[in-house]
Nanobody
Framework: QVQLVESGGGLVQAGGSLRLSCTAS????????MGWFRQAPGKEREFVASITSSGGATTYAGSVKGLFTISRDNTKNTVYLQMNSLKPEDTAVYYCGAQRRTYYIGSLGAEYWGQGTQVTVSS
């Protein structure tokens, strides 16, 4: 069982930055590939970014590539999402997810989800 807790969301003006954190319970964090997803009002949850269990490789949705950076610190059981040049269309609840595998498979969602953190970007 893995429990995930996100933090770092908030209100930011367009063009600003935020860093989200997701901290996991348990001793096996390094066995899990991690992903970030988001869900805007009235829309389905969508994949944003993922990182392998070791942190050696990352994958991004086309809409955030070059703007967002996913990273992890396995000594702190934490995965991060640095979001730069934010746009109003980035407004959503952001969720982290965990899969017990080396590479994250975005189409599978997650075995474990966090509760989500709201990001609101004003124009």
């Amino acid at each position: 069982q893995v429990q995930l807790v996100e933090s770092g969301g908030g209100l930011v003006q367009a063009g600003g930055s935020l860093r989200l954190s997701c901290t996991a319970s348990g001793r096996t964090f390094s066995s899990y590939a991690m992903g970030w997803f988001r869900q805007a009002p009235g829309k389905e949850r969508e994949f944003v970014a993922s990182i392998t269990s070791s942190g050696g490789a990352t994958t991004y949705a086309g809409s955030v590539k070059g703007l967002f950076t996913i990273s992890r610190d396995n000594t702190k059981n934490t995965v991060y999402l640095q979001m730069n040049s934010l746009k109003p269309e980035d407004t959503a609840v952001y969720y982290c997810g965990a899969q017990r595998r080396t590479y994250y498979i975005g189409s599978l969602g997650a075995e474990y989800w966090g509760q989500g953190t709201q990001v609101t970007v004003s124009s």
